[in-house]
């Protein structure tokens, strides 16, 4: 059983950065994918970043690509996600999530953090 914790989120500005964390409190980290969605008030939860199982792979949504890194420490059991030059647009609560295979559908992840608010405004 894989147990996610999310932390990190909170008010930046435009321009700013911020660093997500995602904390697995089961003993099964080392074997899943894990990724980063998002969901913005009155939207569909997206697809935001992802990383496989070894952690050799990543993937990004074009939205983000160049400004966000998502990473994992095994020794940890921990994912990131590191976001730079924030944008308005950027505003949603942030789900990490473990699954057999990273990438953009939500439905190859089977375990969910609760969620993280990350607030982009001047």
């Known amino acids: 059983q894989v147990q996610l914790v999310e932390s990190g989120g909170g008010l930046v500005q435009p321009g700013g950065s911020l660093r997500l964390s995602c904390l697995d409190s089961g003993r099964t980290f080392r074997s899943y994918a894990m990724g980063w969605f998002r969901q913005a008030p009155g939207k569909e939860r997206e697809f935001v970043a992802a990383i496989n199982w070894s952690g050799a792979n990543t993937y990004y949504a074009d939205s983000v690509k160049g400004r966000f890194t998502i990473s994992r420490d095994f020794a940890k059991s921990m994912v990131y996600l590191q976001m730079n030059r924030l944008k308005a647009e950027d505003t949603a609560v942030y789900y990490c999530?473990?699954?057999?295979?990273?990438?953009?559908?939500?439905?190859?992840?089977?375990?969910w953090g609760q969620g993280t608010q990350v607030t982009v405004s001047s």
């Open positions: 999530a473990a699954g057999g295979r990273a990438g953009p559908p939500p439905n190859t992840y089977d375990y």
